[in-house]
């Protein structure tokens, strides 16, 4: 399986571990958990993602809208960590058509560990996590949540934040995880307000599952 691996916090490449060093190391960042994003997309692809194990914990969550919104695929999949310390963080795309403005839309889902800073990363955020964020949404004076979607059998509130204006960004909390959903451009996240329900990927792959063409926003290509 074909890679490009990068750092998860700003994109720029990464060094591998040495005589002298033991972790991952960014020039700009310091030492990271690396950020793996598979050149294609397929079931066994997916499957070999899945099996990497998570530190401490059986998986993390690889989250997908389940079922896809109609014409919608899975278009990318990517995960941040190493063989010492485990997969800390996930991310899958999905593209499909805008669902106010009719072109070209793509969605990334990413579940993290704290102090990964991919989710802030791909939203254009500040920071490496979203704490700080959601507890600025909860107390703007909003009557409640932005969006609300299911994700693992449970209710789980999306507070939107303001991010870079080619795109829209969506922070929660799941299974003791962070969530983040990111959406190019910004009227895509208007998809987030359809009732969508997230299953994790890890409890099973529906054969069903259609995949698409490499996302470039996974790619870091937007």
């Known amino acids: 399986m074909g890679v490009t691996v990068s750092c998860p916090r700003c994109g720029d490449r990464v060094r591998k571990p040495d005589l002298m ?3 991952w190391r960014c020039d700009t960042c310091g030492e990271v958990p ?3 994003v598979a050149e ?5 692809i997916l499957e070999s993602v899945l099996r990497r194990p998570a530190p401490s914990l059986d998986h993390l969550p690889l989250w997908c809208p389940w079922p896809l919104p109609p014409g919608w695929v899975v278009t990318g999949v990517g995960w941040a960590g190493d063989d010492r310390d485990g997969v800390r963080a996930t991310a899958l795309a ?3 058509p805008d669902p106010l403005l009719g072109g070209p839309a793509d969605v990334v889902l990413i ?3 704290p102090g990964v800073g991919l989710g802030t990363r791909f939203g254009g955020l500040p920071g490496l996590d979203c704490g700080n964020l959601v507890a600025e949404a909860q107390a703007s004076g909003h009557a409640g949540p932005d969006a609300k979607i299911r994700a693992g059998g449970h209710h ?3 507070w939107s934040v303001k991010s870079p204006g080619d795109r829209s960004a969506y922070v929660s909390e799941a299974q003791g995880m962070w969530l983040y959903a990111v959406a190019w451009p910004a009227s895509a996240g208007y998809l987030l307000a359809e009732h969508v329900v997230l299953r994790d990927l890890s409890d099973g792959v529906p054969p069903e599952l259609v995949y698409g063409a490499p996302s470039p926003c996974l790619h870091g290509r937007v």
Do not use: V
């Open 21 to 23: 060093h033991t972790a």
């Open 40 to 44: 294609h997309i397929g079931p066994e």
């Open 94 to 96: 999905c593209s499909g």
């Open 111 to 113: 579940a993290e560990q």
């Open 34 to 36: 690396p950020f793996h």
């Open 156 to 158: 789980i509130p999306l």
